[in-house]
C-alpha cells in the first residue's frame, strides 16, 4: 500500500516541484491550491501525511487543521510556511500539528521530517478493542484481517467507540464528533449510524444506554 501525502500548496510551480520531489521517494501525492479543496480531497482520500501551507485561499491552513481535527482526524501533519511569528507558530501545534519547516527550506530535510514522522505515526497509530482495530494512519477499522466498509462518517463514529472502549459515548459526543455545530442532528440520524455499525461488528457490541448513549463492548 503506497503511502499518500496530501500537500496544500498554492505556489503552483513551488507545489508541483515538492510533489515531485516526494513522488520519488516513492510516496503518491495529491496537490491541492486552496483549503477547499484540501477538505474536499480529505472525504474522497486517506492520507497518511499532510503538508500544509498556511496562508492559501478559501480556507487557511490553519482553519483547515482546525476542521479536520474536530472532525476526528488524526492524520501527522507538518506546516510548511513563510510564517516567522512565534504566535501563529503556537497556534499550528495547538491545533494538532506534529511539526513545522520555514520557507525557503532544504529538501532533504523535508525528506528526513517526513520519514522520521511517518514512522512515530506508525507506531502509535493501531489501537484495538477486542478483534476491532483502529488504523489511525491509514483511516480504516480492521476486524480479524477483514477491513470494514466503512464511510468516513462510520469511520469517524467507530473510531469513537474504539477510542473509548466500555465508556459510555453520549449523544453529545457522537454529535461533536460527526456534525458541525450548525447542523441539526436528530436521535434517528444518529440511530442510523449505529445499526450501520451492528451490521458490520454485531449487534450485541453496541449496547443502548437508555437516554443516554452507547457503549461498545471489546
Known amino acids: 500500500m503506497s503511502t499518500k501525502i496530501l500537500l496544500l500548496e498554492d505556489d503552483l510551480l513551488f507545489g508541483e516541484s ?17 483549503g477547499q479543496e484540501a477538505l ?3 472525504f474522497k482520500n486517506h ?6 501551507d498556511i496562508n492559501v485561499p478559501l480556507i487557511d491552513g490553519l482553519s483547515l487543521l482546525k476542521e479536520l481535527r474536530r472532525a476526528n482526524d488524526a492524520t501527522p501533519t ?10 501563529t ?13 520555514k520557507k525557503p527550506f532544504d529538501t532533504h530535510e523535508l525528506i528526513v521530517r517526513v520519514h522520521a514522522l511517518l514512522r512515530r505515526s506508525k507506531s502509535k497509530s493501531r489501537r484495538c478493542a477486542g478483534d476491532l482495530c483502529l488504523d489511525e494512519l491509514h483511516k480504516c477499522v480492521m476486524m480479524g ?6 464511510t468516513l462518517k462510520e469511520y469517524q463514529l467507530m473510531a469513537l467507540f474504539i477510542q473509548n472502549v466500555g465508556e459510555i459515548v453520549t449523544k453529545e459526543m457522537i454529535m461533536d464528533a460527526l ?3 450548525s447542523e441539526m442532528i436528530s436521535d434517528g440520524a444518529i440511530r442510523v449510524y449505529i445499526n450501520r455499525l451492528k451490521q458490520e ?4 457490541r453496541i449496547v443502548n444506554i437508555r437516554g443516554v448513549g452507547y457503549r461498545l463492548v471489546p
Open 18 to 34: 515538492i510533489a515531485d520531489l516526494l513522488e520519488e521517494e516513492g510516496f503518491e501525492v495529491t496537490l491541492c491550491r486552496n
Open 40 to 42: 474536499d480531497e480529505t
Open 47 to 52: 492520507f497518511d501525511l499532510y503538508l500544509l
Open 78 to 87: 507538518i506546516y510548511l510556511t513563510s510564517h516567522q511569528e512565534l504566535d
Open 89 to 101: 507558530l503556537a497556534a499550528a501545534f495547538e491545533l494538532g500539528a506534529e511539526d513545522y519547516l
Open 145 to 150: 484481517d477483514k477491513e470494514l466498509p466503512f
Open 179 to 181: 456534525w458541525s455545530p
Open 201 to 204: 461488528i454485531g449487534s450485541e
